[in-house]
Every structure is written in structure tokens, then in C-alpha cells.
């Protein structure tokens, strides 16, 4: 028999108080599936089960080792040859006049700028739910998966 509990919390938090919050909600639920009876299969056979487990590690992208390569040359004039980004000849970022247009229009737009609900966006979590359990997942069907969309790379340098 399931129990229902409200997670009372602060209506603006921090970004990384939002991830923890997350991050418990997700454990709770994870440890609640796994003594449920009605969950057959162990994480790791659900996983192998996944489309994504025949999915093989992509090779090292060329470019990115360029710049990997530059950051640890110790060559006082060397000269970063694989980021795609153009520089002044103080070696400053240059931005072009359409990007500076683009971020103009973006700031005139006055998009809504309020937090997203503490579960993240519903379509984003729909999409993802049947990209990775397919569109007829009995799983989807039969209300036993928790979808929740979580901050990533935040404070990051």
C-alpha cells in the first residue's frame, strides 16, 4: 500500500539546493521501486535491457584533443588552434555583429524567466520517458516510472 507525502520546500532556492532536493526525491523513489514486488527485473537487467546498452563509446573527438593539447603545452607562444571561436589580436573573444544582434533580440523578447516546476518540464520528461522505454512501454502504461528533470554542469568552470 503506498503512502503519499508532500515535500514542502522554499519557493527559490538556490541551484544547488535544488539538486539536492531532487537528488533525495529521486533516491526515495528509487529505494520505494526497489522493495516493491511488483519490480521483476534488478537495475542493471532493466539497463541491459535499454536500447542504449548496444550503443558503443563514440571516439575522441579530434578537435577537442587539439584544445586539450594547447592547454597543456608549456610553449609561451603557442596559439590555440582547435576551438572555432575568432579573437582580436589582443586575443580577446571577438563577437560578430549578428550574434550581438541575436542576443539584442533575445533581451527585447522579455522571455519568461521564472523557475521551471520542481519535477522540471512535463514535456521534456514525456519525451524522454518514451525515447528511452519506447512508445508502448508497459512500464509508461502502467504508471510505474518517475520522470525528473534535473539541473546539470551548474558551477562548473
Do not use: C
Not at 563577437?95 to 533580440?105: N, P, S, Y
Not at 527585447?108 to 519525451?127: C, I, T
Amino acid at each position: 500500500r503506498a503512502t503519499r507525502r508532500a515535500v514542502t520546500v522554499p519557493l527559490r532556492m538556490s541551484a544547488l539546493a535544488t539538486q539536492q532536493v531532487t537528488a533525495r526525491l529521486v533516491a526515495r523513489v528509487a529505494r520505494r521501486l526497489a522493495k516493491s514486488d511488483r519490480i521483476a527485473m534488478s537495475t542493471r537487467a532493466a539497463a541491459g535491457s535499454s536500447f542504449l546498452s548496444d550503443v558503443e563509446q563514440a571516439p575522441a573527438d579530434p578537435i577537442l584533443g587539439v584544445s586539450v593539447a594547447f592547454r597543456e603545452s608549456t610553449n609561451p607562444n603557442k596559439l590555440n588552434l582547435g576551438v572555432g571561436a575568432y579573437r582580436t589580436e589582443d586575443l580577446k573573444p571577438y563577437v560578430l555583429d549578428v550574434v550581438r544582434q541575436a542576443e539584442k533580440r533575445m533581451i527585447e523578447a522579455d522571455f519568461d524567466k521564472e523557475y521551471l516546476p520542481m519535477q522540471g518540464l512535463a514535456e521534456f520528461n514525456e519525451a524522454t520517458r518514451k525515447l528511452l522505454l519506447g512508445e508502448g512501454s508497459a512500464a509508461i502504461a502502467e504508471s510505474r516510472v518517475a520522470t525528473v528533470q534535473s539541473l546539470s554542469e551548474i558551477g562548473r568552470a
